[in-house]
């Protein structure tokens, strides 16, 4: 699959991803991406979030990408464990946090938690770091594990996002330009 043959929706999390963020710069670069939307990106729910994103699954044209980050990773992978095969090709998930992490971070919703523990209904690659202050990578491989997921190992990369220095992250474009072509 060619980027243009899918709808890429783009999944944020905590505080939505900046204008230097890569998953912005992907949004600018690839024609066929857009941000799902949320109404509180500082306060998030998963009922809200949850139903945001299987209404924005529904409104593509084209079979769904789902790219996330960080706490989008965790939205996105409830949808898809209730949501079965469908509409979802596939789906780039970065840097989720450790579900203990989110435990102590008082702005997100109790309802992201528990984590789903089965393996997600289409192809994903599960992106982490060794040195996420938010996950370690034995927590990230539990849940590539759970949710049937490839493991990219990042290196030492942080969260993966702007703060660690990952503004345009072209070594991330390439992946996902992979994990596409595998779709």
């Not at 992907?26 to 998030?44: F, G, M, N, T, Y």
């Not at 409830?78 to 998930?93: D, I, N």
């Not at 209904?121 to 990230?140: F, G």
Request: with cysteine.
């Amino acid at each position: 699959m060619k980027s243009r043959d899918a709808d890429i929706l783009i999944l944020p999390g905590l505080g939505g991803s900046g204008p230097d963020h890569w998953q912005s710069r992907w949004q600018a670069k690839l024609s066929s991406a857009r941000r799902i939307e949320q109404a509180d990106w500082a306060h998030p729910e998963f009922a809200i979030w949850g139903a945001r994103i299987a209404e924005a699954v529904a409104e593509a044209e084209r079979p769904v990408v789902l790219v996330a980050h960080s706490l989008g990773v965790i939205a996105a992978a409830h949808v898809l464990a209730v949501a079965g095969p469908g509409r979802v090709a596939g789906a780039f998930l970065v840097a989720p946090p450790a579900e203990a992490s989110v435990i102590d971070i008082p702005e997100i919703a109790t309802d992201f938690r528990p984590y789903p523990t089965r393996v997600l209904p289409c192809p994903t690659v599960l992106v982490a770091s060794t040195d996420d202050p938010y996950c370690t990578l034995e927590a990230s491989e539990a849940l590539a594990s759970h949710w049937g997921s490839s493991l990219l190992n990042a290196g030492a990369a942080g969260h993966i996002n702007t703060a660690s220095g990952h503004g345009p992250w072209p070594e991330g474009l390439m992946a996902f330009a992979g994990f596409l072509t595998k779709l």
